[in-house]
Each structure stands twice: as C-alpha cells, then as structure tokens.
C-alpha cells in the first residue's frame, strides 16, 4: 500500500494533525507511534514524517525529510467550468484534480440551469480537490475561484473551447509549453455570442468527436487531451 498522504499547510520539524486528518489516521488506518507517512503542503514540497504519539483528535508527527515533488504540468492548465446541475461540479473537479488542473473557475453562461455557486457548494468543491489531491499524490492544491461571469474571462494566451460542431483538434493545435486555457460548456451549450466573445478573448473552437458528451464529460474529455495525452 502507498504510504498515506497527509495534507499540512506548512511543513515544519515537528507537526501536529488535529480534526479530520487525525480522526482519519488513528480510526480508520489505525497508525500507530513509528508508523511513516508523507506529507505534502500543496505548494510543491513533500516530506516522510513519523508519528510519534497519538491522542483522541491530536496526532504528533517528526518530519525526517522533505523533498520538491515534480508531478504538476510544465505549465498551469486552467479549467473555465460552466456551472453544472446537482453535485456534477464536484465530480468534473475529482477527476479534474486528477488528470493535473491548476486552476478551477466555475463560470456562469447564457444557458446554464443553476445560476449560482453558493459558499456551501465552493467548499464542498475546495474539499473535494484536497482529497482527490491527495489520492492522486498532486504536489499542489488546484485552486478553485469563485463563480465567474463568462464576460469577465481574461484575455488568454493559449485557450481551446470545447464546442460540437467546431473542426479544429487540439493536438494539432496544442503548445504544451505554453499556459493553457479551457472552456467547457453547460447542460444547455454555449451561445454562438458565447463563442465569439471566447475567441476574442484567445480561445480557439475544438471539436470533442461526432457524438455529444455530456456536460460532465466534456471538461474531462477536453483536460484529457492536455494532460494525460501528452503524458503531462
Ligand atoms: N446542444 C448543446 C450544444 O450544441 O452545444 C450540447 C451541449 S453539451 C451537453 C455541453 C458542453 O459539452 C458543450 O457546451 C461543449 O462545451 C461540450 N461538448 C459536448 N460534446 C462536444 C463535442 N462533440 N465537441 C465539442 N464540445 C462538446
């Protein structure tokens, strides 16, 4: 089994765990003083520690070693969302988090359903790229901005658009050592003024296939061909 991965905000000598990480740690893999564990803080550095002593809801640590951990992209990779029904956002930022995203931003569009990402659901959504991060052993901690309006999206340097009908493909477009951005669409799709403001904006239309994916698996399509296609 991999060693567990614990997430700290800063690595020091000697660490204290508390809440849900020592909950975790003591009553669900039962460590035990001696036991190894890595910890990593989300900005790039990683390290072995060694529990020393556990309490009810305190769990001491020795860190022995620390370490960079290069498992990011060469260049950020962020993900314009649109806002999606039920709890699909959480489940396009797991996968999200696993296939490399630095940056989340749900966005809103002309046709979305849901026209607001309430505190509750931002969290839930920053918990849940903590947790994929660990599992997939990311180095950093994507970030997930607040709900953005699509007008409000900056001017990109290199951003693909995921749109059914457009012809263009990634790959022959892709520069992967370029900061790269990506836009998928809601339940409903993009308008064509959507579309063009996007373009305006840096963001050339790609084409996911002949079939039309779901709203959930556009983003994960799309991230897909930036990431884990070219081995990134
Ligand atoms: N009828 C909608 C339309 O024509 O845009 C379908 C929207 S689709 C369910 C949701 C989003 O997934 C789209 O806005 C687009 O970003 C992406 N998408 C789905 N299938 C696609 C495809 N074959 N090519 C490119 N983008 C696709």
């Known amino acids: 089994m991999r060693p567990h991965r614990a997430f700290v905000t800063l690595i020091q000598p000697e660490l204290e765990l508390s809440g849900r990480e020592a909950r975790h740690l003591a009553e669900v893999l039962r460590a035990r003083p001696g036991d190894r564990l890595t910890v990593f803080d989300g900005r790039g550095l990683e390290g072995r520690a060694v529990v020393l002593s556990l309490e009810p809801g305190l769990v001491r640590l020795q860190v022995e070693e620390t370490w960079p951990a290069h498992r990011e992209t060469p260049q950020p990779v962020t993900l314009?969302?649109?806002l999606l029904k039920g709890d699909k956002l959480a489940e396009v930022a797991r996968a999200a988090t696993e296939l490399g995203v630095a940056h989340l931003v749900p966005v809103l569009t002309q046709h979305c359903v849901v026209r607001e990402l309430g505190e509750g659901k931002l969290l839930r959504l920053r918990r849940v790229v903590v947790e994929?991060?660990?599992?997939s052993g990311r180095s950093r901690i994507p970030e997930v901005a607040s709900l953005l309006p699509l007008s409000s999206i900056p001017r990109v340097e290199q951003g693909f658009v995921a749109?059914?009908?457009?012809?263009?493909?990634?790959?022959?477009?892709l520069d992967p050592q370029r900061p790269t951005a990506l836009l998928t669409g809601p339940e409903g799709g993009l308008a064509e003024a959507e579309v063009g403001l996007l373009e305006d904006r840096g963001f050339t239309p790609v084409t996911l296939g002949p079939r039309i994916l779901r709203a959930e698996t556009a983003p994960v399509a799309l991230l897909s061909l930036v990431t884990a296609g070219e081995g990134l």
């Open 80 to 82: 314009y969302l649109a």
């Open 132 to 135: 994929a991060a660990k599992q």
């Open 163 to 173: 749109h059914p009908g457009a012809s263009a493909r990634v790959r022959d477009l």
